[in-house]
Every structure is written in structure tokens, then in C-alpha cells.
């Protein structure tokens, strides 16, 4: 089961305490630029509702 220390990694959950250096850092910059995304997406999202409200 997924939890917020967690990652799936080649279908495998593991606790990030569990997780080398390097692959650690890849999850976390994954993570950093998926979240970066999300906040874009919303933020145009939110731009595009506030100007076609009636």
C-alpha cells in the first residue's frame, strides 16, 4: 500500500528510508516536476474560469 514515504518503482512499493541516493533523488525530482505541473495546469485553469464568469 501506497503512503506518503512511499514509491512504486518497477510495480514494487518501497519505503523511501529503503531507497539509495540516486534513486531518491530521481523520485523526488519526479515528484518535484509533477507537482510543478499540477500547480501550471491549475493555474491556467483557475485564468481561464475567472475570465469567462458571468
Known amino acids: ?3 506518503i514515504n512511499t514509491v512504486r518503482i518497477g510495480g514494487e512499493v518501497k519505503h523511501i ?5 540516486l534513486t531518491l533523488m530521481h523520485e523526488w525530482s519526479r515528484l ?3 507537482n510543478a505541473h499540477l500547480y501550471d ?5 483557475q485564468a481561464t474560469a475567472a ?4
Open 1 to 3: 500500500m501506497l503512503s
Open 17 to 21: 528510508t529503503g531507497l539509495d541516493a
Open 32 to 34: 518535484k516536476k509533477e
Open 41 to 45: 495546469y491549475n493555474r491556467k485553469r
Open 51 to 54: 475570465c469567462c464568469d458571468y
